[in-house]
């Protein structure tokens, strides 16, 4: 079975702070995604990456960051977090099959206070 | 650029009815994918359909796939109550070096007794 773990399920950070947030996926996938989810919003994109060190906005990059130093690890930062960034946040990852089947995380759900 | 439109956004029905959750995307594509999410978890693979005509049945649901009409259904038989969820589609491009997947904004589902 295919197994995304993220580093928090609740986060609570103050406005100005640095936030990292971490996924780590076991099944050796090459593409990992970062989404935010907002009640009426859906999912939406932020970053993804196909390969190590190698990234691509999304739909809304904008105040995140992302590194992918290693083939399981993806994190998302926050550079300096903002009550608008209150939200949930999951992590998918995927590779090759015919196909892309996404695998999802078990969410973070942040809270910039 | 890729839509994806669910209908409805919300549906409340009574335990024992059938209904159906419609998908429409606007290009070509023949790789559609079904999501559930319960409250407050992320969001768990139901089904994958590959091509035209394609259907897959787990328990009380049910999924199809017109890449013709650009439409996918999820029906629901006989609902039960732990089938209260929201429910998402997604698309892919359809070709090999595009890894991203356009979600629909998600049918929140409520079974009443």
């Not at chain 1, 992302?66 to 399981?72: A, I, L």
Request: net charge neutral; glycine share 6%; proline share 3%.
């Amino acid at each position: 079975d295919v197994k995304v773990t993220q580093s928090s399920r609740y986060l609570v950070k103050r406005t100005g702070e640095k936030v990292f947030l971490e996924c780590v996926q076991d099944m050796d996938h090459e593409n990992m995604f970062w989404y935010r989810q907002d009640p009426g919003l859906g999912l939406r994109l932020i970053y993804f990456s196909y390969d190590v060190k190698m990234k691509e906005k999304g739909d809304i990059p904008e105040g995140y960051s992302v590194s992918r130093e290693k083939k399981e690890r993806f994190s998302l930062i926050l550079e300096s977090a903002s009550t608008n960034q209150t939200s949930m946040y999951l992590c998918a990852s995927s590779f090759f099959n015919g196909f892309y089947e996404q695998y999802f995380g078990p969410g973070t759900r942040l809270t910039v206070t | 650029e890729l839509k994806v439109e669910q209908n409805p956004l919300f549906l409340s029905m009574q335990e024992g009815k059938n209904y159906t959750i419609y998908c429409n995307y606007s290009t070509t594509s023949d790789r559609l994918y079904w999501y559930r999410q319960d409250p407050g978890k992320s969001l768990e693979s139901l089904f994958v359909l590959l091509s035209n005509g394609a259907v897959k049945q787990e328990g009380r649901l049910m999924a199809s796939l017109d890449t013709k009409a650009r439409l996918s259904t999820l029906h629901i038989t006989a609902a039960v109550h732990d089938l209260s969820a929201t429910y998402f589609c997604a698309v892919d491009m359809n070709n090999f070096g595009n890894e991203k997947l356009t979600f629909g904004t998600g049918t929140r589902l409520t079974i009443i007794p």
